[in-house]
């Protein structure tokens, strides 16, 4: 089975920037693949996703604007730039993905159907 791997979590004071990557995708250029986060005691959210096939990147609300999703299929990566980071922005952030041939809006409004999942990378942003 494919594995998803996660890397780039880090601590920073607020108003700093991390960039997080996901890999461990297959070839196949259908995939959604989402960023999740869940804090301690909070339920998880998904923050970003984008479709491998092409299309605009999703967001929630509290992060548009701040967070940038981009795929480079050549490396079968996604990443996740986050600018301006708040200390709400403190989670285990996890990278996600499941194989569709719908993209785009799919992707985001989607939950129940990722079913690749990684180990996760964890963000602490302090005041």
């Known amino acids: 089975h494919a594995q998803l791997v996660e890397s780039g979590g880090d601590s920073v004071q607020a108003g700093g920037s991390l960039r997080l990557s996901c890999a461990g995708y297959g070839s196949r250029s259908d995939y959604c693949i989402g960023w999740f986060r869940q804090a301690p005691g909070k339920r998880r959210e998904k923050v970003a996703t984008?479709?491998?096939?092409?299309?605009?990147?999703y967001y929630i609300d509290s992060v548009e604007g701040r967070f940038t999703i981009a795929r480079d299929n050549t490396k079968r990566k996604v990443s996740l730039q986050m600018n301006s980071l708040k200390p709400d922005d403190t989670a285990m952030y996890y990278c996600a993905a499941f194989i569709t041939t719908i993209g785009g809006s799919w992707c985001f409004s989607r939950t129940a159907d990722y079913n690749l999942w990684g180990q996760g990378t964890q963000v602490t942003v302090s005041e």
């Open positions: 984008i479709y491998t096939g092409g299309g605009a990147p």
